[in-house]
């Protein structure tokens, strides 16, 4: 069965970088794109970008064009996230999701299996 | 940018009802829609995927009908376990969710 599996939370002062993994089993890593979204306190879901594990092309969102840097790592079929320049705006919680194959075309489709979520909180 | 509206904000029905959500897209995203329930501290799951297909193991009074720009997701029968925030997402020349549903069940 499919499982994503991501790291703990994390606290960071205004200005670091914050590094999410997202380890994945159960399924080919190569064959599916995965996407990173995130969801501020009481707010709706917001994306991020994705990145294409096989080879390792990414696409952002726009509004963290700069601050946002995906990669993954096929010897151990982890994908990452690292944002930076970190304000307080960014504290929400984040999740890796696989996308739906059924459902997609270069890589943009419906998300099917979904990490946890790691708690980043960004406070002086 | 394509912006998904939904309404209402907040729906409050009874057991064996039925609710209908909308979704509203501010340009067309053809039927590369899909729908997400939310359970206080869960990720998303998938409900409807294109529109109108349900995903794996969704019963089948959830559905999804529309295409172009206005989605609507009925649940036919409302149940307690349904009570949850309900997300529209698009596919179309990037990924965008709504901003919820709150569908209360009392």
């Known amino acids: 069965q499919v499982h994503l599996v991501q790291s703990g939370a994390e606290v960071k002062k205004p200005g670091a970088s914050v590094k999410v993994s997202c380890k994945t089993s159960?399924?080919?890593?190569?064959?599916?794109?995965m996407h990173w979204v995130r969801q501020a306190p009481g707010q709706g879901p917001e994306w991020m970008g994705m990145?294409?594990?096989?080879?390792?092309?990414?696409k952002y969102a726009q509004s963290l064009q700069g601050r946002v840097t995906m990669t993954s790592d096929t010897s151990t079929s982890t994908v990452y996230m690292d944002l930076s320049s970190l304000r307080s705006e960014d504290t929400a919680v984040y999740y890796c999701?696989?996308?739906?194959?059924?459902?997609?075309?270069w890589g943009l489709g419906a998300l099917d299996f979904w990490g946890q979520g790691t708690m980043v909180t960004v406070s002086s | 940018e394509i912006v998904l509206t939904q309404s209402p904000a907040t729906l409050s029905l009874s057991p064996g009802e039925r609710a209908t959500l909308s979704c509203r897209a501010s340009q067309s995203v053809s039927s590369l829609l899909a729908w997400y329930q939310q359970k206080p501290g869960q990720a998303p799951r998938l409900l409807i995927y294109d529109a109108s297909y349900r995903a794996t193991g969704i019963p089948a009074r959830f559905g999804g009908s529309g295409s172009g720009t206005d989605f609507t997701l009925i649940i036919s029968s409302l149940e307690p376990e349904d009570s949850a925030v309900y997300y529209c997402?698009?596919?179309?020349?990037?990924?965008?969710f709504g901003q919820g549903t709150r569908l209360d069940i009392k």
């Open positions: 999701a696989r996308v739906a194959l059924y459902s997609s075309s």
């Open positions: 159960g399924y080919t890593f190569t064959t599916y794109h």
């Open positions: 990145i294409n594990p096989n080879g390792g092309s990414t």
């Open positions: 997402q698009h596919r179309s020349n990037s990924i965008a």
